[in-house]
């Protein structure tokens, strides 16, 4: 069994449990499955916006596809998050990635 069979089958489990949905989300991106991931990714950011390890993943997933006004918009929601939970280190990369798609 393939870890994406494993995590499936954890959520069957726990179907709202983040921690299992983002490590299936950064399964499906090894694989090239972006619209599972991203779905994936919204799911518990509107979930728990809190669980900020996800808005960085997303954003870099949406640059990567070319949408590139919704990843400075993940980045923007995820440095509020980071700073809100006092996660300076997550704040710092969220801002980097900004920084980084506002001069493409």
Do not use: V
Not at 56 to 76: D, Q, S, T, V
């Amino acid at each position: 069994m393939g870890k994406i069979e494993k995590l499936l089958d954890y959520l069957n489990a726990s179907p709202n449990d983040n921690f299992l949905q983002h490590a299936l989300a950064l399964e499906y991106i090894k694989e090239g499955k972006d619209t599972e991931a991203k779905r994936l990714f919204n799911e518990i950011l509107k979930r728990d916006p809190s669980y900020i390890g996800s808005y960085y993943h997303l954003a870099k997933l949406l640059e990567r596809n070319g949408e590139i006004i919704a990843a400075l918009h993940w980045c923007r929601k995820g440095m509020d998050a980071a700073k809100e939970a006092g996660n300076m280190k997550a704040y710092h990369e969220l801002h980097a990635a900004w920084e980084e798609l506002s001069y493409e």
